[in-house]
Nanobody, 121 residues
């Protein structure tokens, strides 16, 4: 089994910062891309940022310059540093990872349970 466990969401005033973490655990052979997606009420889930195992990153235009994604391969953990938060960043944020399991030598797509981020005064 593989699990993704997220932490770090919460309520923050506009202009504030939050840091999300997502740790993968279980029968993991390797982790390829990791990323963060978000879903606001009444909207589709959208990509926020991704990072490859080699450290290459990609961001949604709406968060460029404000959010930074990083990962610690030794800890199987991905982070999302969110600065200058805006009300429109309010959403449930989901961690995603493409993982090759020890017992099944194929890449599978895993999701975390989601963590609420609210930017409001």
């Amino acid at each position: 089994q593989v699990q993704l466990v997220e932490s770090g969401g919460g309520l923050v005033q506009p202009g504030g910062s939050l840091r999300l973490s997502c740790a993968a655990s279980g029968s993991i052979s390797s982790i390829n891309a990791m990323g963060w997606y978000r879903q606001a009420p009444g909207k589709q889930r959208e990509l926020v940022a991704t990072v490859t195992s080699g450290g290459s990153t990609r961001y949604a235009d709406s968060v460029k310059g404000r959010f930074t994604i990083s990962r610690d391969n030794a800890k199987n953990t991905v982070y999302l540093q969110m600065n200058s938060l805006k009300p429109e960043d309010t959403a449930v944020y989901y961690c995603n990872a493409r993982i090759v399991r020890i017992d099944r030598p194929y890449e599978y797509n895993y999701w975390g349970q989601g963590t609420q981020v609210t930017a409001s005064s």
